[in-house]
């Protein structure tokens, strides 16, 4: 009976885990370039984006790239990328290849709070994502991006990929992105970038949200409390510490809750730390 017991709280505790979004172009990032396209052309800015967050004034993130996917098979898909220096990006694989729709090109905009508009727009298929990348579980969910060389401005910068065991857990860090303000249409139609500030929690505390397959060690977490966060749209992007040069970028945006993001749930994000020789040596 003992061992019955032990087995039925097993199943119940597998049972309790919240699954991560996956096949994301297909899922969020298609409509939701559609979504963006369309609020653009109508020039529908209502103020709003990330959410629990505030709009970004231009040059606020000079390192945030937005990225446009056209996919093989024609569509459309949005994503965020930190440019970390005259011709490299860090971004999520996902955003290139998310399990069962390929990226064929990207378009990096840099220096530009609209994605579909503005800014310093460079095309490139050079993408290179991490060896032991997982689409089922979105671990060592990171890629590298090579462009054609950009020049520093007020409002296109790099930031610093930071080195060393910090776990960060208690730390204040700054998400920013082009992703929806909230789970629904009806009220997430501005596009602008917006940025939002979160803590980061430690690997344990997400796990007892999402598993131990989806986090591991190298996976970083923030706080949904207050629904605050990333959400869908925001792929990719930074998760920041620090402020003006010495900001670092300790997380690529990965996921969220496949139930939504205003439902308190932590966001799952790749640790920089511990792909910091990875994306060094790709420089």
């Known amino acids: 009976m003992k061992f019955l017991l032990v087995v039925l709280g097993l199943a119940l505790a597998v049972a309790a885990e919240e699954p991560i979004s996956l096949f994301y172009h297909e899922t969020i990032g298609i409509p939701e370039a559609a979504r963006i396209k369309r609020a653009e052309e109508a020039q529908d800015f209502d103020g709003t984006r990330i959410i629990g967050g505030q709009a970004s004034a231009l040059g606020a993130h000079p390192f945030l790239g937005g990225l446009i996917t056209t996919l093989t098979s024609g569509g459309q898909s949005v994503c965020g990328s930190s440019l970390v220096t005259n011709n490299k990006l860090v971004t999520a694989a996902h955003c290139w290849w998310d399990g069962r729709n390929q990226g064929r090109q990207i378009t990096v905009v840099l220096g530009s709070i609209r994605i579909f508009s503005g800014g310093v727009r460079i095309n490139t298929n050079n993408i290179q994502m991490h060896g032991s990348y997982n689409t089922n579980n979105l671990n060592n969910d990171i890629a590298v991006i090579t462009i054609s060389w950009v020049g520093f401005t007020n409002n296109i910068n790099r930031i610093n990929i930071p080195s060393g065991s910090n776990s960060y857990a208690g730390t204040w860090a700054t998400a920013a ?105 790709r420089l």
């Open 177 to 281: 992105g082009f992703g929806r303000t909230s789970d629904s249409t009806a009220i997430s139609q501005s596009q602008a970038l917006r940025h939002v500030n979160l803590q980061v929690i430690t690997n344990n505390v997400c796990a007892s949200t999402y598993g131990n397959s989806v986090i591991i060690s190298s996976t970083i977490c923030t706080s949904g409390a207050g629904n605050i966060g990333t959400c869908t749209g925001d792929s990719g992007g930074p998760l920041a510490s620090g402020s003006g040069n010495n900001r670092q970028l300790i997380g690529v945006t990965s996921f969220v809750a496949r139930a939504g993001c205003q439902r308190g749930l932590p966001a799952g994000y790749a640790r920089v730390t511990s792909f910091a020789s990875w994306i060094r040596a």
